[in-house]
């Protein structure tokens, strides 16, 4: 795992391109001695004093951003480390992503749409939407580079008698699809309308059996903290609860009230105890476990320090589909890298979770400079592609 | 009150992150001696040839903003004066503030999205809209940022034996969100349909019962001045009429004509005879007065003297959200000053339409600047935070 102590990183003349596999490879097994020594089982007793290594983000962005090639023609925009481990032009058509946000009701139309327009935003080749008939023209409205499927239902717009007919109508719609997805989303603007929260328990289930990841946010934090088996023992999961959401995880799963002294160890635990799910805790520094390792992201962090709104609001609305496009990235990346020479033990999850962080506290660091307290999650939304530009120029 | 002579400043000096507090205070007293000293009670004969005091709105405005402090990290986000109170965090995540507008029916949508788009571009954390189901739509459509709520319904879709229950079911939807708020604006593009403003004076009882504070305007003007009793008496309640909707308080309170040749003890009677409300005129001066004290703000004027448009329209439609949260941001500035010291009787209310007025009046002013005739309430809104930011620099 790419780690440094603090801000100073231990890889300062790694290149990505080239050779990061043999150093990360080094650096993982190091992590993984740490977690080790601490017993292996993060059992929070022993691993209370613990301290999250801070995770070298810009050269996690760096390996596994898929770098275009400009001298090759349209048609051909292959990444070089495609061209490296044997170049196909299926891999640069699937290695940018195709995302897609389970979210948007009567009430909330505005999270679901700014996590589908970021991924667009850092480079990923489609985002879909899938949302409630109600929730769809105004989402719609927003951008027309969205795909947006008016597929979803809430209570009182299905008789009772029609539930079981229009669950199966809901579910087979999305399944039509869901085989093209990288990653799929799930929780911005759902809302929490019992029925809508039943479909889209059978849609986590579909796309875990097909091994789609899964970013999980707001509504669908709820609705996974209520029922844990839906996530529980599947390593492609992400959560990126709140402070709320992180409070009622961590009674539900670890039994206990938050402990912000031994943050890193609970977290550790709480990613432990959902069998080995990323979850991804947004503060001072974020801090994100896999439930084998621990790290932190703090670099870029004024925005996050200046504006309540673009902490609480915008941060929780914009990291949702960056982390899923950097989740695909990641995998893709390790998939190449370990088929090429099996060393990499590397979570993908961990990997698009510290990539997604560090972004986004970048993109929210210019928009404050530029718009202080007027910042708005567009103007945020606006500095993505400079943010990932000054990190991997193309 | 920070009061100044014309646009003289009594306090050129002050410094309103650690020295404020005596000095606002010993202006109060100044302040309250005047208006004692002209009877107590403001009898208009006696205080006719009253002029107001130019209030000091621009350190007003420095005195109550919450001040970010970049060298604090996320989660501390605090203010500089919380800091000097004995810093908190809760404060720091509720001085943003939350607001939200009811207003927004078949007819009219532009009104409320102005006012509650205007109260994020100043730093509100979140502005949510309460509308008729036809106007969520077009609302939400013209930005993600606000939370849309499809609640209030018109005669014209209810019939007669169902309108208890959709009444009840109105308010308890509204109920649901109340506690959240520290500040309702009711009125933009409310539209005067009677079964609807019938479900709006539940709303407003039910928020007086909770102590937020409200900002009255546009339709609901109409609906408090038919039925007084709304906001009589309530000290939380803000005002801010047009000439027309004036002249109608002023003939319903007063049971006399508006006389333009003594504006201040009119208004200063208008507002005591509403039981201490707080009344905001605006008009080539804004006068201000809660029935204690009265007002004036005078400064960047040049676009209600240059632009109909501007003065007329927008000056309105800005006006009620930015009040919203220069009041909530006064009132937890008194509440900390209050606190700490036992001194402060300033009334937030007229703090928060001193602020409110300056700002717009800024904002208005560098927009007549850039577009002069086609000026047009988006590009005053796009001033805001400019304007904030030239007076508060982060």
Redesign the interface.
Known sequence: MLISHGMSTLFPHLNPTNSCVSVLSAVLRRQQFLIRSLGGTPDQSRVAKMNALEADAINIIRSITPTLDLSRHKGQAAMSLGSMLGDSHILAATLTGKIAVVGGC?????AP??AAISALKIGADLSHVFCTK?AA??IK??SPELIVHPVLEESYSVKDEDKEFTANKVLSEVKKWMERFDCLVIGPGLGRDPFLLDCVSEILKHARQLNVPLVIDGDGLFLVTNTLDLVSGYPLAVLTPNVNEYKRLVQKVLKCDVNDEESSAELLSLAKGIGGVTVMKK??SDLISDGHAVCSVSIF??P??????G???SGRQVIYDIVAVFLCWARQYLFLVEGDQEIWEMSPTLTGCAAGSALLRKAASIAFKN????T???DIIECLGKSLEDICPT
């Open positions: 009567r009430e909330y139309t505005g749409y700014f109600d023209p105004v409205s927003y503060g001072k962090g004024s996050r320090r200046c504006g309540g709104q902490d609480i609001l718009k202080k307290r007027s708005l999650t567009s």
